[in-house]
């Protein structure tokens, strides 16, 4: 039902920053919890931050913590990822993705989102 289209990956170098945009086209965006995903070549989607409908509630894997910031404008049916201190670990292809709420409770895995965007790379070089 939800589309959802991020934008804001590119290239940077290590250190620098990036912040990745995901619009959502959805009349009742604020029920949905959402998450921000990453993925590798070769590698499993990872979880990489959460962020409850209300934004009452945040949640980042210990990779991305304290560099890393999940936020969400309702308003304008965006979710946000600001990306500092970036790592060439960090180089990745980013998915937002959203589930219908009705809580609080943070999801942390990919099964547990049934809508996603297109995807935007992120490179880190060193």
């Known amino acids: 039902q939800v589309q959802l289209v991020e934008s804001g990956g590119g290239l940077v170098q290590a250190g620098g920053s990036l912040r990745l945009s995901c619009s959502a086209s959805e009349r009742t965006f604020s029920n949905y919890a959402l998450a921000w995903f990453r993925q590798a070549p070769g590698k499993e989607r990872d979880f990489v931050a959460a962020?409850?409908?209300?934004?009452?509630?945040?949640f980042y894997a210990d990779s991305v913590k304290g560099r890393f910031t999940i936020s969400r404008d309702n308003a304008k049916n965006t979710l946000y990822l600001q990306m500092n201190s970036l790592q060439p670990d960090d180089t990745a292809v980013y998915y937002c993705a959203a589930r219908n709420s009705g809580s609080e409770v943070i999801i942390t895995v990919k099964e547990g989102y049934a809508y996603w965007g297109q995807g935007t790379q992120v490179t880190v070089s060193s």
């Open positions: 962020i409850t409908r209300s934004a009452g509630r945040t």
